[in-house]
């Protein structure tokens, strides 16, 4: 079965920065593409950025963009989301996801793609003065 368990969601000022951490395991196959979604009170869930596990190749949401890092340690099965410039838009509860079909298009906002087979708990990202 597989699981994913993300942690290191905080309260943060504008301007600061935040790790997020994924720890996947149950995951047989290498081909998969793993990341991160985000749900805000009043607005529809959004795909903040993902990676290909095997290819490295990365997406990151335009709203992100030059903010965000996302990276590997293939390792310890755990992806990361370094998240610098935090405004408060980037509030919400952020999730982690990965999708067996080794492709980016659930994590487009004009994609009718399915979701992600599966999803973690979530960890509460608030920015805030």
């Known amino acids: 079965q597989v699981q994913l368990v993300e942690s290191g969601g905080n309260l943060v000022q504008p301007g600061g920065s935040l790790t997020l951490s994924c720890t996947a395991s149950?995951?047989?196959?290498?081909?998969?593409?793993i990341g991160w979604f985000r749900e805000a009170p009043g607005k529809e869930r959004e795909g903040v950025s993902c990676l290909s596990n095997r290819a490295g190749a990365t997406y990151y949401a335009d709203s992100v963009k030059c903010r965000f890092t996302i990276s590997r340690d293939s390792a310890q099965n755990t992806v990361y989301l370094r998240m610098n410039s935090l405004k408060p838009g980037d509030r919400g509860i952020y999730y982690c996801?990965?999708?067996?079909?080794?492709?980016?298009?659930?994590?487009?906002?004009?994609?009718?793609?399915?979701?992600?087979?599966?999803w973690g708990q979530g960890t509460q990202v608030t920015v805030s003065a």
């Open positions: 996801a990965v999708d067996p079909r080794d492709t980016f298009l659930a994590w487009r906002v004009q994609s009718d793609a399915p979701p992600p087979d599966y």
């Open positions: 149950g995951l047989t196959s290498d081909y998969y593409v």
